[in-house]
């Protein structure tokens, strides 16, 4: 039986909704359409929504250390226990890491899953934005035959009435500050006009850091802008206005059907740029004049930390899924050593001046979405492509390692103070219930109230679950 956003409501005719999507999942690969399901989901009655209407996800690129964070060792050995000590936290019995003061205080609001592993190939980010598990031979090729992204799906189920954007990714795209973007945040086979409206940056270091990332790590610095904000010169809102007009006429002309797809994806980009221009609450949600002294201290003023304050502009503004993404800059910034949470070398000199802006954005966030009163109904999950190795090696640093690692869940839809899953005496292996990526991404569309099994056709027709047969994580949901 198939679902959507749960529930079975009753719509005028006395039919429930259950029903009508029950025959629509039967009449996935003909008769009734998805346009059609979506138009029968917009009029129906309200029904009980997931405890989140918003999701900010804090993706650390490159391989987080759950060992040096979420889920320490302090009785291992040293060379798997490495530098840092626990420390205790809000929520009686969890324990994180001392450079994570500020995290602590929240942790009576999140959950930490602790036995997540992937069976994909390292630094590939699509099992953590869809699910998805298959290796990529080169995740720099974004298909259009891939399964969507969370993000993706959220801007796809979107009202045709909300002129703002479902899925914004911050504070550039996956993998630019590197070189070539990468697959994971994209629409995939729903076509490109469900892609994130990606933000774009000018990071920078401060002056004097030095190249070796021993001696000082580097920090981005930089303010995420929003792409086409300005209007060309010349041209007003109101010349604009009348430039959309007989775009429309032009539209009644051209809707040929052999012009219908390229006509969808080209009308979808179109109201998207124009949304952006004349959009005074996206406008408002970037403005770097918000980013004062106080907002600097407080989430650190880096590239991160002001990601995240937009991040939560933007869920204040009513975006839905917002992506705050730390990754490396070594591909922009001309001879810097940045490997972003890739720590093969000197860990913990990396870590110990990475973990405080994770803690002061990650703080400053829960805090803002609190006092804003947006914290019962945002979801925050900090999550990074896998884990590292136990033992630290020869480098100081820790390798690559897929087979364990943690997400914090924190805020709306949780059931905070809870750990879930548990991992041997070294953080090495799975030990108690397992947990795969699938699972992670069915449980954000459970917390956002959207059905994880709810299947859409991909490029050939055939029906694919967005939660890529994935069960929520029901113990930290309430």
């Known amino acids: 039986m198939l679902t959507m956003l749960g529930g079975s409501r009753r719509f005028c005719d006395g039919v429930t909704r259950r029903e009508t999507l029950t025959v629509g999942s039967l009449a996935m690969l003909g008769g009734l359409s998805l346009p059609g399901l979506l138009r029968a989901e917009a009029t129906a009655p309200a029904s009980r929504p997931g405890k989140a209407k918003s999701v900010v996800l804090m993706y650390l690129h490159g391989g987080a250390p759950t060992q040096d964070m979420f889920d320490m060792k302090p009785d291992a050995p040293v060379e798997v226990r490495g530098e840092f000590r626990p420390m205790a936290t809000s929520a ?30 390292c630094h590939n980010t699509m099992p953590s934005f869809t699910g998805f598990e298959q290796p990529l031979d080169d995740l720099t090729i974004i298909k259009d035959s891939f399964p969507p992204s969370m993000g993706s799906v959220c801007e796809y189920l979107k009202s045709p009435k909300d002129d703002l954007p479902a899925y914004v990714h911050l504070p550039a795209p996956l993998g630019w500050g590197g070189g070539p973007t990468k697959a994971g945040p994209y629409s995939g086979f729903l076509g490109k006009r469900y892609d994130p409206l990606e933000a774009f940056c000018e990071p920078y270091v401060d002056k004097g850091v030095r190249t070796d990332v021993r001696e000082d790590p580097a920090i981005m610095r930089g303010i995420p802008k929003l792409p086409d904000q300005t209007l060309a010169a010349g041209v007003t809102l109101d010349r604009l206005g009348h430039r959309r007009s007989l775009l429309k006429q032009l539209d009644r002309e051209l809707k040929r059907p052999q012009l219908q797809a390229g006509l969808a994806t080209f009308d979808r980009y179109q109201h998207r740029a124009f949304d952006v221009l004349t959009s005074n609450k996206l406008r408002t949600a970037f403005d770097p004049d918000r980013i004062d002294a106080g907002v600097r201290e407080r989430y650190g003023d880096t590239l991160f930390g002001n990601s995240a304050f937009i991040g939560g502009n933007l869920v204040q503004a009513g975006v839905r899924f917002v992506t705050v993404l730390w990754d ?28 405080p802006q994770v803690d002061l954005a990650f703080s400053a966030l829960m ?17 990074s492509d896998f884990g590292r190795t136990p033992r630290v090696n020869k480098d100081a640093g820790r390798d690559h390692w897929i ?22 005496e070294h953080a090495a292996w799975v030990k108690d219930r397992p947990v795969s990526t699938a ?10 109230g959207i059905d994880p099994h709810f299947a859409i056709p991909d490029r050939l027709g055939r029906p694919v679950p967005i939660g890529q047969y994935g069960e929520p994580i029901a113990e930290i949901l309430v």
């Open 328 to 355: 490396w800059y070594n591909g922009r910034i001309r001879n810097l050593q940045d490997f972003g949470w890739d720590t093969h070398m000197w860990n913990f000199q990396i870590l110990k001046k990475y973990l």
């Open 439 to 448: 699972d992670i991404c069915a449980t954000i569309y459970a917390a956002l």
């Open 403 to 424: 087979h364990c690692y943690s997400v914090l869940f924190a805020g709306a839809g949780i059931r905070g103070g809870t750990v879930y899953g548990q991992t041997d």
């Open 367 to 383: 805090e803002d979405l609190q006092t804003r009163g947006l914290l019962d109904e945002t979801l925050v999950v900090i999550m």
């Open 92 to 121: 009686e019995g969890i324990q994180i890491c001392e450079h994570l003061p500020r995290s602590a205080k929240w942790m009576h609001k999140a959950a930490i899953v602790r036995s997540v592993s992937n069976k994909s190939n």
